[in-house]
């Protein structure tokens, strides 16, 4: 099914038994792939947010998504319908509680986030979205930098709002 609005998606066949060639583009196309194994890509439901997210899409599916769909981030995604949630392109610009309602709203319990964060030469972009993943109960939140980008993944807990902080009142750490 395709919208040409607001969103692309491609699902594989099931028992698909080859999958497309890998891209010559390489690491454009796998770099956000890396802290998930791509082997734990099989079967999963990915949302991309992103204007420009062609080359990701392409890429979860080579590594055995079973469905991805490309998002603009002005658009609402489907109520937690997806394994993992790509935000390939978040600047300090970038309006980081809408990152956040959208990943709540589209990952399911034990689904996964991940960011990638540029032009955040400061670190502020990404301490704050760091912050945020876990006020609103996202767990295992990790980092790693590398030259030009920052990469932020996180999980959402079966929980819910069950499983936020402990130190956590009425809406302020303690």
């Not at 890509?41 to 990915?46: K, N």
């Not at 978040?90 to 991940?114: F, K, M, Y």
Request: charge should be positive; aromatic fraction near 4%.
């Amino acid at each position: 099914m395709i919208q040409l609005a607001s969103r692309l998606t491609l699902s594989s066949p099931a028992g698909m038994g080859a999958s497309p060639p890998a891209s010559k583009g390489g690491d454009a196309d796998t770099m956000d792939l890396h802290p998930l194994q791509p082997e734990s890509l099989q079967g999963s439901h990915a949302l991309i947010v992103s204007e420009h997210g062609l080359g990701l899409f392409g890429a979860l599916i080579r590594h055995g998504c079973l469905a991805a769909t490309c998002l603009r981030p002005s658009a609402r995604s489907e109520v937690a319908a997806y394994d993992l949630a790509f935000f390939p392109d978040i600047t300090p610009d970038t309006a980081l509680e809408q990152v956040i309602r959208q990943a709540r709203r589209a990952i399911v319990p034990s689904g996964r986030l991940v960011a990638r964060i540029s032009g955040d030469s400061t670190g502020r972009t990404t301490r704050g979205l760091v912050r945020r993943l876990k006020l609103h109960g996202f767990t295992g939140v990790r980092t790693r930098a590398v030259p030009c980008w920052t990469l932020v993944w996180a999980e959402r807990p079966i929980m819910g709002a069950a499983s936020l902080p402990a130190n956590l009142s009425h809406g302020r750490i303690t």
